[in-house]
């Protein structure tokens, strides 16, 4: 299983980014896929996150409202699209993905990086104020 996540750069605050994330070596759509981010000194957080099916979807409360994560099957890819930036946000992006196909878990299962065991290397993504 290999997942490539590109997208991040410069922007500034206010502005907007999308992330991709294109994943190969297994049946895409059987999976969950997940954004976390990690900041210099911080730990990985968990940004958001999308069902198997497509059906649900999972966001931090820092990212709630401003960010949208969807995914398009036919391209083996999942999305985060970014908006109304702040300089907080700044961070590496990685995607993630679970590795039991089409299993639906209880809410907070999807918030823990535990849940995903293939990584992707990570998009910087740097807002500035």
């Known amino acids: 299983v290999q997942l490539q996540a590109f997208g991040g750069g410069l922007v500034q605050a206010g502005g ?19 954004w976390f981010r990690q900041a210099p ?3 990985r957080e968990f940004v958001a996150a999308i069902s198997w099916s497509g059906g649900s979807t999972y966001y931090a409360k820092s990212v709630k409202g ?4 969807s995914r398009d099957n036919a391209k083996n890819t ?7 930036l702040k300089p907080e946000d700044t961070a590496v992006y990685y ?3 679970d590795s039991r196909p089409r299993t639906t878990y209880t809410g907070p299962t999807y918030y823990g990086a ?16």
């Open 16 to 34: 907007s980014l999308r992330l991709s994330c294109a994943a190969s070596g297994r049946t895409f759509n059987s999976y969950v896929m997940g």
């Open 41 to 43: 000194g911080r730990e």
């Open 66 to 69: 401003r960010f949208t994560i």
């Open 78 to 84: 999942v999305y985060l699209q970014m908006n109304s």
């Open 95 to 97: 995607c993630g993905s």
């Open 114 to 129: 535990s849940l995903y065991k293939y990584w992707g290397q990570g998009t910087q993504v740097t807002v500035s104020s």
